[in-house]
């Protein structure tokens, strides 16, 4: 198993590190772990065009939404016939919300493995030591200090410190994860009109 994961690893090396070599600062590569995001977040993206029937669950969640009124008013109404008549189309509506998440869930099948392997070489590469430090106004913006108290941007509760245990002392900063967080996140939601799909907000 570890041979294999070795062998995974040293192929990302000769891919990767050619490329952190081009990057504009090789000791701090931030614009490795950008493209790294860009490439996950094309899989992922595509991964849903295609593994998806988007038509399928539009319509599924359209129902799903109606019967949910449906039942909201007969609630409200207390008509206890019309409860009982909704509670046997119950079911139907059950067997939607299931069928929902597993199509959501084939997706994930085609992109985890991929992305755990991708994310386990940089945790062991030098990237894994990569830090940004924001100016004041977008690390507060993006709620920097709450995710350093509770362990994510770096696992470290002092703000000013991305990895304790390697002994940044940065203003302002964030880690691997922090990093990779904010470049996918922005740059999904260009994937996602690149690709044809609807925006997520």
Same mark, same amino acid.
């Given at each position: 198993?570890?041979?294999?994961?070795?062998?995974?690893?040293?192929?990302?090396?000769?891919?990767? =590190? +050619?490329?952190i070599?081009?990057?504009?600062?090789?000791? =701090?590569?931030?614009l490795?772990?950008?493209?790294?995001?860009?490439?996950?977040?094309?899989?992922? =993206?595509?991964?849903?065009? #295609?593994?998806?029937?988007?038509?399928?669950?539009?319509?599924?969640?359209?129902?799903?939404?109606?019967?949910?009124?449906?039942?909201?008013?007969?609630?409200?109404?207390?008509?206890?016939?019309?409860?009982?008549?909704?509670?046997?189309?119950?079911?139907?509506?059950?067997?939607?919300?299931?069928?929902?998440?597993?199509?959501?869930?084939?997706?994930?099948?085609?992109?985890?493995?991929?992305?755990?392997?991708? @994310?386990?070489?940089?945790r062991?590469?030098?990237?894994?030591?990569? #830090?940004?430090?924001?100016?004041?106004?977008? #690390? @507060?913006a993006?709620?920097? +200090?709450? @995710?350093?108290?509770?362990?994510? #941007?770096?696992?470290?509760?002092?703000?000013?410190?991305?990895?304790?245990?390697?002994?940044?002392?940065?203003? =302002?900063?964030?880690?691997?994860?922090?990093?990779?967080?904010?470049?996918?996140?922005?740059?999904?939601?260009?994937?996602?009109?690149?690709v044809g799909?609807?925006?997520?907000?």
């Amino acid at each position: 198993m570890f041979d294999i994961l070795g062998s995974i690893f040293s192929s990302f090396d000769q891919i990767f =590190n +050619p490329i952190i070599a081009l990057d504009p600062n090789p000791k =701090n590569p931030l614009l490795v772990i950008f493209l790294i995001a860009f490439l996950l977040s094309i899989l992922t =993206n595509l991964a849903q065009k #295609y593994l998806l029937d988007h038509e399928k669950m539009d319509d599924m969640r359209e129902k799903s939404a109606e019967f949910q009124k449906k039942m909201n008013a007969v609630r409200k109404s207390g008509d206890a016939k019309a409860m009982n008549k909704l509670q046997a189309e119950q079911q139907e509506f059950m067997k939607d919300q299931s069928e929902i998440m597993m199509m959501q869930f084939k997706p994930m099948l085609v992109t985890i493995v991929p992305f755990l392997l991708i @994310w386990g070489w940089m945790r062991a590469s030098p990237l894994a030591h990569i #830090y940004v430090s924001f100016p004041m106004f977008p #690390y @507060w913006a993006v709620l920097t +200090p709450l @995710w350093h108290s509770i362990g994510i #941007y770096g696992g470290a509760p002092d703000p000013n410190v991305v990895f304790s245990f390697i002994g940044y002392h940065l203003p =302002n900063a964030v880690g691997l994860l922090g990093w990779y967080i904010l470049c996918n996140f922005a740059l999904s939601q260009v994937v996602r009109k690149l690709v044809g799909l609807k925006s997520m907000f």
